[in-house]
């Protein structure tokens, strides 16, 4: 059974959300296939939609995505401008 875990962190200008497991994995290195619309690294049934769906999200909004480079499994954090 895989761990999965979600941190959100404020540093007064940005939200950052990060969710880390301890699956597969997944490098920063594999951000350009992660992030493309329609792309798996491996098959899994899905559509391939999901990151790039946030990727264009975040863009939208003025924020990030980033691939966490970590020792197993997969890190991604979601960085998002405060707005008030």
């Known amino acids: ?5 979600v ?15 301890d699956g ?3 490098s ?7 992030f493309n619309r329609f792309s798996q690294l491996e ?5 391939g939609l999901g990151l790039s769906i ?4 975040a863009e939208r909004h003025g924020g990030m995505i980033e691939i966490n480079q970590v020792e197993r499994g997969a890190s991604i954090t979601l960085e998002l401008p405060i707005v008030l």
């Open 24 to 26: 597969a994995g997944l």
């Open 54 to 57: 946030v990727s264009a999200v």
């Open 7 to 21: 941190a959100l962190r404020c540093d007064g200008k940005y939200v950052n959300l990060t969710v880390t497991d």
């Open 43 to 47: 098959h899994s049934g899905g559509s």
């Open 28 to 34: 920063p290195n594999q951000s350009e296939a992660a």
């Open 1 to 5: 059974m895989s761990q999965i875990s």
